[in-house]
């Protein structure tokens, strides 16, 4: 029985309230009032924008690293100094290559790394602020709702279907049950971030691909109280080396930030060859390094998040128009992946979606030949410039970290061309060795666990990462086959679900002497790697039930 929907009507609908889509909103009405003011047809109003926002609150799942370059929010919001949650100026920066017990400090500041100009912020308390701006225009924005499935109309997307609300684990109404809407747009912009569900479908279906696949990373993040005279606010160093292998493409960060807290974390390359290998873990070692320690030490843990992010740059970018849709931000792969910043990018696209979205409204013209300005926007701005010159970078790095630098020199000095343009590449996932291993289940009593006071296991940093999911409600982790969990991934990769996910989601257990895959949904911080570093790819990533996820206070 087909379930009746609430139909409601707009003429722009943007999915995800993040730097992209708060930005898109905000210069979209920032035009109309001009446009209004001018007495110019036809009538436009920013209420017939709708915003949707997955998170309980605006910010909730906002997590980065996060250096900001002020570029794009200057031309977004002028005189942005004056009211922006800026935590600190970068004061001083530097590079290090660690070995285990050493740190070698490079000679000078690699000019990708060097941030002078630009603050250090709390990603969650910047998509506050501007959701703040976003609402004082009278645009309509809902958390806890997200985009469960596109509307096809055309060639392209009308609108999408929000998720129900009110359903049990096994797919039954409860007392509280409430349909999801059907929210149909001439607009709709998708600022989902990296791997965004009604994204990926779209691009699958409307085959936008780019010329290389896209390929990520997952960055593991804490944010520390640390003693006084530990940490220099304005301070941000980043790393190289230990605990990554020379094979593997990953790093390091401390930023320092005012009243002695500390943001610490890693990211590393979803291309690595051991399907065995656990990012979460390699990021408690790098903490154990004496030149990290020493800052840590004595310290508390506040805040734990985790998040992949788009690696592939400008030869991944699919295409961002289509029939009645745009892609924008994380979504559209406009991340600088040698500067590891995508704030900035993002919330360009953001105003160049924008206006495009305002020319098409004003010609009543959504077609794909009409929003296709929005790809000639971005190739005339300075986003194009920025990412051309790094086209080539990540790819470099897929046969590991020595043979990238190389890559990266030559690419330095040809505008991004390097030794081969384009620089092909595949999926990360496909890199996975196989084990060819037994049918027994890897022994997990040797696991990581932690001290409890400088490194921890997973699920106690879960706990600081905020997380909540109603228990009682459909499983929002969808394994496509099984039966391949069990007849395969154990003998040929391990089951590598166990060790790639941060937030021990996945376990493999034994009932009644078989295996069996259990899910810990609950514990889901929605950094999607599941869905990208699953070897068979048969691990989907949808909403769960509005408001359920991390909560990155202060991130």
């Known amino acids: 029985m087909a379930i009746e929907r609430e139909k409601l009507e707009a003429d722009v609908l943007i999915i995800g309230a993040g730097p992209a889509g708060l930005s898109c909103a905000l210069h979209l009405a920032n035009l109309i009032e001009r446009h209004t003011k001018q007495n110019k047809s036809p009538a436009l109003s920013a209420e017939n924008i709708y915003v949707l926002e997955k998170g309980r609150e605006i910010g909730s799942h906002q997590l980065s690293g996060a250096i900001l370059d002020p570029s794009a929010l200057g031309e977004l919001v002028p005189g942005f100094e004056e ?7 970068v004061t001083v920066d530097a590079a290090y290559y660690f070995t285990e017990t050493g740190a070698r400090k490079l000679p000078f500041t690699p000019p990708p790394l060097r941030n002078h100009g630009n603050y250090v912020v709390s990603l969650n308390k910047l998509v506050k602020w501007l959701g703040g701006l976003v609402e004082k225009k009278g645009i309509n924005l809902f958390t806890q709702f997200a985009g469960r499935e596109p509307i096809y109309a055309r060639d392209g997307i009308g609108g999408v279907i929000t998720e129900d609300k009110g359903v049990d684990k096994n797919g ?3 007392d509280n049950f409430t349909p999801g809407y059907e929210l149909r747009a001439k607009v709709t912009v998708l600022a989902e971030g990296p791997r965004g569900s009604v994204a990926k479908e779209l691009i699958g279906r409307l085959k936008l691909e780019g010329l290389n696949p896209q390929v990520y990373g997952i960055g593991i993040k804490e944010l520390w109280e640390v003693q ?3 940490s220099q606010t304005g301070y941000v160093a980043h790393t190289l080396g230990w605990p990554f292998g020379s094979h593997m493409y990953g790093g390091g960060w401390i930023y320092g930030l005012r009243d002695n807290r500390v943001s610490i974390g890693t990211v590393v390359g979803l291309e690595y060859k051991n399907p065995l290998f656990d990012p979460h ?6 903490k154990t390094h004496p030149f990290v320690k020493r800052i840590l030490e004595g310290g508390k843990l506040v805040r734990y998040g985790a998040k992949t ?6 030869y991944s970018m699919p295409r961002p128009y289509f029939d009645g849709g745009l892609i924008i931000g994380d979504s559209a792969s406009l991340l600088n992946s040698q500067r590891l910043k995508g704030i900035h990018t993002a919330i360009k696209s953001g105003m160049l979606a924008a206006e495009t979205i305002y020319e098409a409204l004003c010609a009543s013209d959504t077609s794909a030949a009409k929003l296709a300005v929005y790809q000639q926007k971005i190739e005339q701005s300075w986003v194009k410039k920025e990412l051309w010159a790094v086209r080539n970078f990540h790819q470099g790095f897929r046969h590991g970290l020595w043979r990238g630098l190389l890559y990266a020199g030559f690419q330095s000095v040809t505008g991004g061309r390097g030794l081969v343009d384009p620089l092909r590449t595949q999926p990360g996932y496909k890199d996975y060795r196989k084990l060819n291993r037994g049918q027994e289940l890897v022994d997990q009593s040797g696991r990581f666990k932690g001290d409890g006071k400088l490194t921890f296991d997973r699920l106690t940093d879960v706990y600081h990462s905020g997380t909540r999911h109603d228990e009682d409600q459909p499983c929002h982790l969808r394994v496509i086959e099984p039966s391949i969990c069990i007849e395969r991934c154990i003998r040929e990769y391990g089951n590598p ?3 790639f996910c941060p937030a021990a989601v996945y376990e493999m257990a ?11 949904a609950a514990n889901c911080v929605h950094c999607k790697t599941c869905d990208i570093a699953d070897p068979y790819q048969v691990i989907q990533w949808v909403p769960p039930e509005g408001g359920g996820g991390p909560n990155y206070e202060g991130m």
């Open 497 to 499: 679900c166990q060790y």
């Open 83 to 89: 009211s922006a949650p800026l935590d600190t100026p």
């Open 228 to 230: 006084p005279g530990r």
């Open 309 to 314: 992010v788009p690696y592939g740059g400008w």
């Open 172 to 174: 039954r109404p409860k």
């Open 281 to 286: 873990e390699a990021f408690q070692r790098f």
């Open 510 to 520: 034994t009932e009644n002497g078989v295996p069996k895959l259990k899910i810990n």
